[in-house]
């Protein structure tokens, strides 16, 4: 039998793929297609290491055999160029409907609460230091200060998240102990935030007692040990139970605690010192009444309906404040002096009774429907090109940041609909992705929703503008 040896290959055999990787740019040709006006300050030495990132992927992708042109990998070092020299975190336009937006950066501070933090960030301020003595002195001396008068708190700590607020508390009270909280209450919050991983995390014992839907005040009483260390109340947050339900007052907890000589440790989340009902919506627990109630110690989010920056703040007797503030996970996650300038400034709003109209999380949740129906009406109407798109539509917002659950308020929306050369998605993306500054909605029924009640009068302009000049080309015929 004769056998042919070479390199003959049958017709039924793949081709043979030959990578070809002329089509790829030198460094020095993609440094010359990027314009002076986009290179920033960037020196030689990034573009090189950008642009050797940038011309491997396209090799491996090439030696795969997929098919690239020389314009592809010169867009590529563009994009890759503009994702270092332009920022990430850049202003949008939340026309969503929620209020606290997690995604979005939560609550947006105020004009007078960012120039105090602007300020303090580029000078060097008496951050810990007492002008008349010259002698070191505390840094929470003005929040404490403040939250007295707001809410007759003895003294308050904050730190630089709500998280950190509760991991610290329960570290330095209740290492090595047992703290009891109602099984309805041992929640995941969000983010993988869950109570019983915190406690465990703090080195407590979690004794959970009662139900999912209904606990009793005796039900902390029969778990109460020697080895006890706290009650602790943990606010319900993203959720809520109905129907066939009971919990203790917080006066029934904090009688109890006073009877076995235990604090009470509330975890409020929102951190509300107005009350949410004046606006329609349900009641949402402030911390002023759990420290009128007793509470020994209260833990609440700066950056949620407080309208102010993140922060965890801890508020309470001053023998557990000063004991907490003396333990060692404090130095890792105390605040700095941005925060607690556009804490202070934020609290000064309070002071003032000025809040529903200065604190933008505040000025969202009051609006009227009235005022919001001519702000609709008013941008449509600048939106001359784009009427037969755009109607002026009832909508619902939600608080958010886990702030009263299932809880909606009434809202304008400008309701777009897409034209026939596009789907929702994308114009949705269209807007978050084309538009400056971005703008982000919500989807109903196959049309783009802008809630007006989250953005905020002064944005109306820079909306019309972004909106004219960002549809006009993806919907004209």
Request: negative net charge; aromatic residues 4%.
């Amino acid at each position: 039998m004769t056998r042919t040896v070479g390199n003959h290959q049958s017709p039924s055999n793949p081709a043979i793929h030959t990578p070809d990787y002329r089509v790829l740019p030198s460094v020095d040709q993609l440094l010359r297609s990027i314009p002076p006006r986009d290179r920033g300050s960037l020196n030689v030495s990034i573009f090189a290491a950008l642009f050797a990132q940038v011309l491997s992927d396209a090799r491996e992708e090439i030696a795969g055999g997929v098919p690239l042109t020389r314009d592809t990998v010169i867009d590529r070092a563009r994009a890759a160029t503009l994702a270092v020299t332009t920022p990430r975190l850049a202003r949008l336009i939340n026309a969503t409907g929620i209020i606290v937006h997690t995604n979005l950066g939560r609550a947006p501070v105020s004009r007078q609460a960012a120039s105090a933090m602007a300020e303090v960030a580029s000078s060097s301020v008496p951050l810990e230091l007492d002008p008349e003595t010259n002698q070191r002195g505390g840094r929470m001396s003005e929040i404490s200060h403040i939250m007295r008068l707001l809410t007759g708190a003895q003294e308050t700590l904050v730190v630089n998240n709500n998280a950190a607020a509760v991991l610290l508390a329960l570290s330095a009270l209740a290492a090595s102990k047992q703290v009891i909280v109602s099984r309805g209450e041992a929640v995941e919050i969000g983010g993988g935030f869950r109570i019983p991983d915190v406690l465990r995390q703090s080195g407590a014992e979690l004794i959970e007692v009662g139900t999912t839907n209904r606990t009793y005040v005796d039900d902390y009483r029969n778990a109460i040990e020697p080895e006890t260390a706290a009650l602790l109340k943990v606010h319900s947050s993203n959720f809520r139970i109905v129907g066939f339900t009971t919990t203790p007052s917080l006066s029934e907890l904090v009688a109890l605690g006073h009877e076995f000589n235990l604090p009470v440790i509330e975890d409020l989340g929102s951190g509300a010192l107005l009350d949410t009902s004046t606006y329609g919506l349900g009641h949402e627990p402030t911390i002023g009444e759990s420290i009128t109630a007793g509470v020994a110690l209260v833990m609440a989010s700066g950056d949620k309906l407080l309208g102010g920056p993140q922060a965890g703040i801890l508020l309470g007797d001053e023998k557990w404040i000063a004991h907490i503030a003396r333990h060692p996970l404090v130095r890792a996650v105390r605040a700095d002096k941005t925060c607690l300038a556009g804490l202070a400034a934020t609290l000064r709003h309070y002071l003032r009774d000025e809040a529903p109209t200065t604190i933008p999380v505040w000025r969202m949740v009051s609006a009227t429907i009235d005022d919001l129906r001519n702000r609709a009406e008013n941008i449509r109407r600048d939106l001359t090109h784009l009427t037969e798109l755009i109607s002026v539509v009832d909508s619902a917002s939600t608080v958010g940041g886990g702030s009263l659950p299932g809880r909606t308020l009434p809202s304008i929306a400008l309701r777009i609909h897409p034209s026939t050369q596009e789907s929702v998605d994308d114009l949705a993306k269209h807007l978050r992705t084309k538009s400056v500054p971005p703008i982000y909605g919500h989807i109903v029924e196959g049309a783009l929703f802008l809630d007006l009640r989250t953005v905020l009068p002064e944005q109306d302009p820079e909306l019309t503008v972004s909106l004219t000049a960002t549809l006009k080309p993806s919907t004209s015929n």
